[in-house]
C-alpha cells in the first residue's frame, strides 16, 4: 500500500541497501556502536557483514549460540574442523552476536530498553555493511493465553498493555507513537511452512500483548507483590482473550515499531511456556522447556533454508 511505498522510499537507496532516518551519521567521522563492540572506523564492517541476509534475535545468549551453530548445520555452513563461532560482541559484555554465513544471531536481553538499544546498533551496522534487504526474526518465548505450553505463536500485530497497536515513547520530551506492525506475508510464508511439516505441536498466529514487566505487568499472582486477586486477574485474562490477544511477551512491541519504521521485513516468533488460564509459574523441566525452545528456531531455519533455495 501507500505507506509501505512511501517507507521505502525513506528507507531505501534504489539498491536495496538501508538509508538511515537520520541525517547526522553521516557527518560523524565515526560511529561507535558501543554495545556491539564494533565501530565503522575501528572494523571493517562492509567486510565483515555486507553478506548477511537474516538477522536472528533472542533473549539469551546460550540459546542463540545454540541458534547459530543449528543452523550452521542446517544450511551446510562449515567452518574448518576443529574451529568455534566467535562470539563477535563478546567485549561489549552486553549482548552476544554469532555470524553463519548469511545468518547473525544476536541475544537481546530482556524488555524493550534492551532490545531497543540493540536494534539501534543492529539497523546502524546494516547500513554501514550496505546490506541488501535483510529480514529480522525475533526468536523468543511468551505465556500463551488458552493456548498450551509447547506451541508456537506468530505476531500478527503487537499491542502495548493498552491493547493498543502501537508504542509510544518519549523523544525530547513529547509522545511519540511509533505502529507496532509486522510484515503480514513474512507471518502467512511462516505459517505455511509451519503446515508443512507434521510436528507433534501447533503453531498459530495472533496479537501479541507486550509489556513492561513479568509479573504485575503480566497479571501474575506469584511476584513479590500482587495488589489484586485471582478472580480480578481472571478476568483480565479474560479480557485479553476477547480482545484477540494469543500471548504476552515483553519485546515485540519494539521489535516491530522499530524494524517498520527502518523498513524491514519482521516477525516474531514465540514458543509458549505455559498457559495463563491456568497458572503463573513455569512449571515444565529443563529438558521439556529447552525442546520447546527449539520450536521457533526450527521454523524460522526453514525459512532461511527454503530462501536459500536449499528445501
Ligand atoms: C519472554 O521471556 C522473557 C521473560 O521471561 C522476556 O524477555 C520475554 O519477552
Ligand atoms: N515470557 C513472558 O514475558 N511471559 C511469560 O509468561 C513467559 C515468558
Not at 536472528?56 to 568455534?84: L, N, V
Not at 499472582?221 to 489484586?228: Q, V
Request: charged share 25%.
Amino acid at each position: 500500500d501507500e505507506e509501505n511505498v512511501n517507507i521505502r522510499q525513506l528507507t531505501r537507496y534504489s539498491n536495496g541497501t538501508i538509508k538511515l532516518r537520520n541525517p547526522h551519521i553521516n557527518f560523524m567521522d565515526q560511529d561507535i556502536l558501543y554495545h556491539l563492540a564494533l565501530g565503522s572506523e575501528s572494523h571493517d564492517l562492509i567486510e565483515m557483514f555486507h553478506d548477511v541476509k537474516f538477522v536472528c534475535i533472542g533473549g539469551t545468549p546460550k540459546r542463540m549460540e545454540e541458534f547459530a551453530y543449528y543452523i550452521m548445520k542446517e544450511i551446510d555452513y562449515k567452518i574448518p574442523a576443529g574451529t568455534q563461532l566467535l562470539d563477535i560482541s563478546q567485549y561489549s559484555y552486553r549482548y552476544s552476536m554469532y555470524k553463519t554465513g548469511p545468518v547473525l544471531s544476536i541475544s537481546h536481553g530482556m524488555g524493550i530498553p534492551s532490545v531497543s538499544i540493540l536494534l539501534h546498533e543492529v539497523i546502524k551496522l546494516m547500513y554501514h555493511a550496505k546490506v541488501c534487504d535483510p529480514i529480522f526474526f525475533r526468536i523468543g518465548t511468551c505465556g500463551g493465553i488458552g493456548i498450551d505450553g509447547g506451541t508456537v505463536i506468530i505476531t500478527e500485530e503487537a499491542l502495548n498493555s493498552d491493547l493498543k497497536s502501537y508504542q509510544e515513547l518519549t523523544v525530547l520530551g513529547k509522545k511519540v507513537r511509533r505502529p507496532g506492525k509486522l510484515d503480514k506475508r513474512l507471518c502467512d510464508e511462516l505459517l505455511g511452512i509451519s503446515r508443512e511439516t507434521q510436528e507433534p505441536y501447533d503453531t498459530v498466529s495472533g496479537k501479541t500483548m507486550c509489556t513492561d514487566d513479568f509479573y504485575e505487568g503480566q497479571g501474575r499472582l506469584d511476584g513479590a507483590f500482587c495488589d489484586y486477586s485471582e478472580k480480578e486477574k481472571m478476568s483480565y485474562i479474560s479480557h485479553l482473550q476477547r480482545s484477540g490477544v494469543t500471548n504476552i511477551e515483553m519485546e515485540s512491541l519494539a521489535f516491530a515499531a522499530l524494524t517498520h519504521h527502518a523498513g524491514i521485513r519482521a516477525a516474531v516468533v514465540c514458543v509458549s511456556l505455559l498457559d495463563r488460564i491456568r497458572g503463573d509459574q513455569v512449571l515444565a523441566p529443563k529438558e521439556v522447556l529447552n525442546e520447546w525452545q527449539r520450536r521457533p528456531q526450527k521454523l524460522v531455519a526453514r525459512y532461511i533454508k527454503k530462501q536459500l533455495g536449499l528445501v
